[in-house]
């Protein structure tokens, strides 16, 4: 008898989600554990049952719940035989084990859940390596509690078994990656570094925000690229830079990297600085927030509190607010806003409304880095002519009778004093209006880490 059709499709792993929510913590409007969930279908698993939330002023060393809370919980596993359980918070080697024993199913916490979706989408050498030195830092403290059933720690001088050797193998073998790691990953940002500093005579736009703001498909409504733009969590993992053509024939250099969340995992942020902190080496610093979100206002709060620990002078410039069309008033809308210093443009990357006054906003930016320059120049001189024209942005050519051309640009501040030393000799040019704002190279950071272009204005 032939077997009918089945799935070669490993099952999707069942999850049961729950947590503490401690005093002061930002409660999620869309319901407790929202953000949990997504975490666990991003990661490829099947959440079961409604979650279980606790509100505790403070964590329990054993179990960070209370002693009642698990137990209900134990009782709700051996109901709907989940995989294993997911704690949405951090916690302690001895609290997984108490927990596991309790549940007698696997216990994952927040931060292992975030691992295993970076370590799912990475595709760059620098991410994957940035995504196992994060994992491998998270691991080495829980090792003890993978070798336990070899570990014969009652015996005397000459009875300790083989877990206690295999685990000190495992140390020296994960503390060796380590170092291999960071060796590579610094020839990495080196060179990373480098490409960076090449685009200092192109304008730079940097896209920070909360994950699924909607930054990729404002990357792709702007440079018409088709990057996944994917309605999940840490959709983006790489740093992506495309052009990004103004109506007025300017270029722009649009960079989209990893989103931000609340609670990020330490390791995660200490391993992707480098990833991080090129998004803060732009011209212009642009925070992307979904305006339909309940929880906007703390969505913020989180980026910038990232953003503050990767540079304590810098924040972003422009706050988008995306996803407009999801709202009901438009009137509401400067509400969003709530006494923000930023300057504000509302947007929908996805029906392209409001997209226009973003270009606008970013040419005038621009506009406060250049210069108004008249230049006059022989009409024969194609060559020179060609050279300007790449220079800058050429606003209005006027041809004369003495066999001149007359070309009124907008220049750069970062080459104007290139193209003066070049063509002066050849090319008579007119200061018409300076740049109001000139772009600066900080010191670097006290721990050695590179600084970044910010502006200061005249």
């Known amino acids: 008898m032939s077997k009918g059709p089945h799935s070669t499709h490993k099952p999707k792993e069942r999850v049961l989600v729950c947590g503490v929510i401690f005093d002061g913590q930002a409660v999620e409007h869309e319901g407790d554990l929202t953000e949990a969930r997504g975490l666990c279908e991003a990661s490829g698993a099947v959440v079961v049952g409604p979650g279980v939330v606790q509100h505790r002023s403070k964590a329990s060393p054993a179990t960070l719940m209370g002693r009642g809370k698990a137990e209900e919980i134990a009782a709700l596993v051996e109901q709907l035989k989940p995989d294993a359980v997911m704690v949405d918070n951090d916690l302690t080697p001895a609290q997984v084990r108490n927990l596991e024993k309790l549940f007698c199913v696997r216990v994952i916490d927040r931060s292992e859940v975030i691992l295993d979706i970076f370590a799912r989408r990475v595709q760059t050498r620098q991410s994957r390596l940035q995504v196992e030195l994060a994992q491998i830092e998270y691991l080495i403290p829980r090792l003890r509690r993978m070798w336990t059933h070899l570990e014969r720690q009652q015996g005397g001088i000459g009875m300790r078994g083989p877990g206690e050797t295999q685990l000190e193998t495992d140390q020296r073998l994960l503390t060796k990656r380590l170092t291999d790691m960071k060796r590579e990953l610094k020839t990495i940002e080196q060179r990373k570094r480098r490409q960076v500093q090449s685009r200092e005579d192109s304008y730079t736009l940097g896209l920070v925000g909360y994950t699924n ?37 300017r270029k722009v250099l649009v960079s989209d990297t990893v989103g ?182 900080a010191e670097p950071e006290s721990d050695g880490r590179p600084g970044w272009m910010g502006s200061t204005k005249e």
């Open 213 to 249: 703001a909607g930054k990729s498909t404002l990357l792709n409504a702007l440079t018409g690229a088709d990057e996944l733009a994917a309605d999940m969590l840490f959709a983006t993992l790489d740093t992506r830079t495309r052009k990004w053509k103004l109506p007025d024939g």
């Open 260 to 441: 931000f969340l609340q609670r990020l995992p330490h390791h995660l942020v200490a391993s992707f600085h480098a990833t991080l902190e090129e998004a803060l080496h732009v011209d212009l610093l642009v925070h992307v927030v979904d305006a339909s979100h309940p929880d906007h206002s703390e969505q913020m709060a989180a980026v910038d509190e990232v953003l503050q620990s990767l540079s304590h002078h810098r924040l972003a410039d422009m706050i988008v607010y995306n996803k407009v069309d999801l709202l009901d008033d438009d009137e509401s809308l400067p509400l969003l806003v709530n006494n923000r210093a930023e300057e504000a443009v509302f947007v929908s990357a996805k029906s392209g409304k409001g997209l226009d006054r973003f270009e606008e906003a970013v040419a005038a930016h621009l506009d406060l880095r250049s210069n108004l320059v008249r230049a006059t120049l022989p009409a024969a001189a194609g060559g020179l002519v060609a050279k300007l024209r790449r220079a800058g942005t050429c606003l209005e050519e006027e041809y004369t009778d003495e066999g001149k051309v007359v070309l009124l640009m907008r220049l750069p501040e970062q080459s104007w004093g290139l193209i003066k030393g070049e063509l002066g000799c050849d090319v008579e040019f007119e200061l018409l209006d300076p740049a109001r704002e000139r772009v600066l190279e």
